[in-house]
């Protein structure tokens, strides 16, 4: 297998394809981390994630448009005002979808997977209805395109960087809300015991319909980053629902460092594999481990000690 | 297993009443009333009902909800597709390829010769063991894996549909081997019977709709049978079951097999009367899709779910073929109503609202007329109903289960042990 390559190509391949894990890794977290706030903490599926995800994704597109008919130097730093406008629009959305459908259906965690798949096919649809079947991409700005040169053999693209920074900030700014403001510490008491959260003065209605427009958000934000590296169809979303359970489970379900640990190393396998077999039979594999793990273990990496 | 027979059973004179009135509408009725191509559509939906049938056990009885049933009856449908395009690849057949004898996309991807795995899909009596064989298997697997780590409700969810999800990209990847995204086309003759003329598929319709209504009889029996209880009794209380002595994974198991044998004879019965078998029948979309038929039909009523699947794939057929656009929106808008207002479905509604209607409406002109002091006007028999000109599809719905669903479904006490 590795008999071909000489020594430094080998370090190269590795370094080169470990970045491209590392790209994907920051997709990967992007997208699992609103999922683990509503799935991880308040046990709800949501099928429909994958379409937030492109609704901000969407939101990106219409901003830049609307920044290009500005003046050059404010194109510059249409980004930032792309994301905070993802987030609140899919924040909106999400806070409605709980008011309207979720909150009923607390209690049949099966059929909330049902309803937003529903929910998900509306969307897609609509989505197609507004913006064509087409996929859309974003004019980046030039500061974010190109690439960085760091050795002969090795070079980073400048948006994937970007990506993985926004990954890091949002997963700090994630870890910060969650075990350090007073919203996180409610989260968490609804999560561990609502009756009793109730009983002391938290308004666990009010929580959960925080707790999952800050979920739908996040995913909101992750749309808006992944139009740095690729372009927007109606059905993409589909695409990452996948994945993005599968990274969530696998993390523990409740736990935000199991999430980016199984991110990790998901990622990395997924793209290294990738360079030795074809595409589709890295991700086969990958797939299949984490299931087979899965299956012998399935409270994740990372478990919760909790007495039930 | 003791069954509970006895002539005076409403529930049971209900099913019968509700079995026979559903094989009048696929054996004699439909038959009669469309052409050769309508009938194969209607074969095509009923194949789907078959995978509605096994969640109506699994799901509705048992709370384990299977996003990966397109697994299984494309295990079905690829095994059925592999033994027809053998014989198919009949070297006179294919000489102009380059290496004659084998499967055509196998020669378009250079392969040189048959797969080793191929090889037992010459024999039918080999394929047809495989359909049956194949998904007991594979189920089992999955079954015992996480059943009996009491792995169950969303979670089991999740692994299912990522087992499909890598079902799909497998078959496309694997071209060479599993005609990709294409699937096995152009399937000729099934052990030298032509099965493309019109005869032929009335014939292969009789078929499917006579293995429908034995999968729905065996169905009805597993669901009356004492093991029927069970299952009920581990979705609403597993805890309770499984103190009392009873091994629940061996349950669960054996109702998830027993769902993906169904759902795998449909995906053969599929391949025979479509011609064709592709992954777009295996992945996310359709597996989830099988559910809605069943939920739409009633997730507690075995001849309901046939309907629903009959019903949701009429519904998909005349849509796309005139408002394209709109399918989707009334896709997610019956995702969304089935569970928000009709978690029973249509045996439900049936039940619920139209068969106290009915029986309002017939106990005032039955009682009317001359007699005021009649006695109680008897429970209308379901057939006098049908007399009165009701479509016959809607008639059958009654054959509910002699559960009815409670007013908050139940299918959380499974996902709360699984987290």
Known sequence: ?308 | MRLSFSASDPGLRRQIIGLALLAALLLVALPLGLDAFRLNLFGKYLCFAFVAIGLVLCWGMGGILSLGQGVFFGLGGYAMAMYLKLEASTPEATKIQSTPGIPDFMDWNQLKALPLWWEPFHSLPFTLIAIIALPVAFAFIIGTAMFRRRVGGVYFAIITQAIAAIATILIIGQQGYTGGVNGITDLRTLHGWDIRPDSARVTLYFVCAGLLLLAAVLALFVQRSKLGRILIAMRDQEDRVRFSGYDVAAFKTFVFCLGAVFASVGGAMFTLQVGFMSPTIVGIVPSIEMVIFCAVGGRLSVIGAVYGALLVNLARTSFSESFPELWLFGLGALFIAVVMAFPSGLAGVWVERIEPLLARLLRRKTTTPADPNAPEAPEPAPLTRDAAGRRPGAATLNALSTNPLPATPMTDAAARAAL
């Open chain 1, 1 to 308: 297998m590795f008999g071909e390559y000489s020594l430094s190509e080998l370090a190269s391949i590795f370094a080169m394809q470990g970045f491209s894990g590392l790209i994907l890794f920051s997709v990967f977290v992007l997208m699992a981390l609103g999922l683990a706030i509503i799935y991880g903490q308040m046990g709800v599926i949501n099928m429909a994630h994958g379409e937030f995800m492109i609704l901000g994704a969407y939101v990106t597109y219409l901003v830049s448009r609307a920044f290009g008919e500005l003046p050059h130097a404010l194109f510059n730093v249409y980004f930032p005002v792309a994301m905070v406008a993802a987030f609140l629009v899919a924040g909106a959305l999400g806070a409605f979808v709980e008011w309207a459908l979720i909150r009923r259906l607390y209690r049949r965690p099966l059929d909330t997977l049902l309803a937003t798949w529903g929910l998900s096919l509306i969307l897609q649809q609509l989505y197609r209805t507004i913006f064509g079947a087409r996929e859309v991409g974003v004019t980046m700005p030039e500061w974010m395109m190109g690439s960085l040169k760091l050795s002969d053999t090795i070079e980073v693209p400048i948006n994937g960087i970007l990506v993985m920074g926004i990954a890091v900030a949002i997963s700090i700014a994630v870890g910060v809300m969650m075990h350090r403001s007073s919203w996180g510490r409610q989260v968490r008491a609804v999560v561990q015991n609502r009756t009793m959260a109730g009983a002391v003065g938290i308004d666990t209605e009010r929580t959960d319909r925080l707790t999952f427009a800050v979920g739908c958000g996040i995913a909101g934000v992750a749309g808006s980053a992944f139009t740095m590296i690729g372009s927007t169809g109606p059905s993409s979303g589909q695409l990452y629902i996948v994945d993005t359970f599968l990274v969530v489970v696998f993390g523990g379900a409740a736990s935000l460092l199991g999430t980016i640990a199984s991110a990790f190393t998901i990622s990395q396998a997924q793209s290294i594999l990738e360079f030795f077999l074809s595409g589709s039979m890295a991700k086969v594999l990958t797939l299949l481990t984490v299931v087979g793990i899965l299956m012998l273990r399935p409270q994740g990496l990372f478990a919760l000690k909790l007495r039930k």
